[in-house]
């Protein structure tokens, strides 16, 4: 299977702020939030694979700045890279005040989603090819981030994660250890 380019992956997904998207401060419902960036994170895995695929996880989700009633919410996602059967999308979001002319910042976060095939087994995907300085950046810490994920998980165990340990670890430590 080929590779491709981070870029075939890249959505943007816009939507504006309605009374019923928010909570009684006026600020978008951050689960209304999630349920639009796990849309974006869907359509950036299928452009990807070309295959169904589904939620496996969702890494931090840190609100930065709220969006407010009648403000466009911006979504950006993008696979920063893919495993064995498993891609790691990465999601920007921000706010945009049409009324005052700014764009501000509001999160970002690191969906996993799962390739499928009909019978609801996943299965492989093209590797991906990071090809600017940012996508390169982000595809480095792909790993150390899906060994935490996995860990977290009970899927993995601490001493088996590799990259995690060598962030940690100097050689002179790792010969200290035997």
Request: aromatic share 8%; glycine share 8%.
């Amino acid at each position: 299977m080929e590779g491709k380019n981070a870029g075939v992956s890249f959505i943007i997904m816009n939507e504006i702020v309605l009374p019923n998207d928010t909570n009684t401060f006026g600020n978008l419902m951050g689960g209304r939030l999630m349920y639009w960036m796990d849309i974006a994170a869907g359509m950036a895995a299928g452009k990807h694979c070309n295959f169904p695929s589904m939620t496996a996880s969702v890494d931090n989700l840190s609100f930065k700045t709220p969006i407010k009633l009648g403000n466009v919410v911006h979504i950006e996602a993008k696979v920063s890279r893919a495993f064995t059967t498993s891609m790691e999308i990465h999601i920007k979001v921000w706010g945009e005040d049409l009324l005052k002319q700014y764009t501000y910042e509001s999160n970002e976060a690191y969906f996993t989603f799962v390739a499928l095939d009909p019978s609801g087994k996943p299965r492989s995907v093209p590797a991906l090819i990071p090809e600017t300085d940012e996508e390169k950046r982000i595809f480095d810490g792909a790993l150390r981030r899906r060994q935490l994920r996995l860990i977290l998980a009970g899927k993995m165990k601490p001493h088996d994660a590799a990259e995690l340990k060598a962030l940690f670890t100097t050689p002179e430590s790792i010969g200290e250890e035997n």
